[in-house]
Nanobody, 125 residues
Framework: QVHLVESGGGLVQAGGSLRLSCAAS????????VGWFHQPPGKEREFVAAISWSGVSTAYADSVKGRFTISRDNAKNTVYLQMNSLKPEDTAVYYC??????????????????WGQGTQVTVSS
């Protein structure tokens, strides 16, 4: 069982930066792949970024490539999402999710076993 808690969301102006954190409980978190997803207002939840258990493999949605960076510190049981050059269309609730035996970086929500409660990111124009 893994419990995930996101933090770092907030209100930022367009062009600004935020760093989201996903802190996990559980001794085996280092074996889990992790993904970030977001749900914009009135829309479905969609993929943002993912990282394999080792951190070697990463994947990004086209809309964030070059602006967002996913990373992990397994010693701290934490995965980060550094978000730069934020745009109003990045406004959403951001969720982290974890999947067992996380080889590779999966874009598919159905691959994930555990989800956090979400953190709100609002980008003003």
């Amino acid at each position: 069982q893994v419990h995930l808690v996101e933090s770092g969301g907030g209100l930022v102006q367009a062009g600004g930066s935020l760093r989201l954190s996903c802190a996990a409980s559980g001794r085996t978190f280092s074996s889990y792949g992790v993904g970030w997803f977001h749900q914009p207002p009135g829309k479905e939840r969609e993929f943002v970024a993912a990282i394999s258990w080792s951190g070697v493999s990463t994947a990004y949605a086209d809309s964030v490539k070059g602006r967002f960076t996913i990373s992990r510190d397994n010693a701290k049981n934490t995965v980060y999402l550094q978000m730069n050059s934020l745009k109003p269309e990045d406004t959403a609730v951001y969720y982290c999710a974890a999947r067992r035996y996380g080889v590779g970086a999966s874009r598919d929500q159905l691959d994930y076993d555990y989800w956090g409660q979400g953190t709100q990111v609002t980008v003003s124009s």
